[in-house]
């Protein structure tokens, strides 16, 4: 099966950035899109970002313009560079990985905490 595991996350002030990061190992030829959820306290569980297998990307409107996803098949990595944060971007960011043929997003990993403060 799947593991993802995930990196990058941290306490920065508003405007800062930071680089998530996010490596996959075991059944890889499993593995179609890659991306990022984020959870706060008290709020629902939203979508951040994906990227297909081909690189087309698509973002929550939120983050439009500030953050950036990325990923290296040969490695089975996704990366989300975030630049000028908000308060409203603190929450556990979770990278996922779905299923080639059915294109759910069954793999997750532990998440990483990312906290902005203003």
């Known amino acids: 099966q799947v593991q993802l595991v995930e990196s990058g996350g941290g306490l920065v002030q508003a405007g800062g950035s930071l680089r998530l990061s996010c490596t996959a190992s075991?059944?890889?030829?499993?593995?179609?899109?890659m991306g990022w959820y984020r959870q706060a306290p008290g709020k629902q569980r939203e979508l951040v970002a994906t990227i297909s297998r081909s690189k087309i990307t698509d973002y929550e409107d939120s983050v439009k313009g500030r953050f950036t996803i990325s990923r290296d098949n040969a490695k089975v990595a996704v990366y989300l560079q975030m630049n000028t944060l908000k308060p409203e971007d603190t929450g556990v960011y979770y990278c996922i990985a779905a299923d080639y043929y059915s294109g759910r997003h069954d793999y997750w990993g532990q998440g990483t905490q990312v906290t902005v403060s203003s």
């Open positions: 075991g059944a890889l030829l499993l593995i179609g899109a």
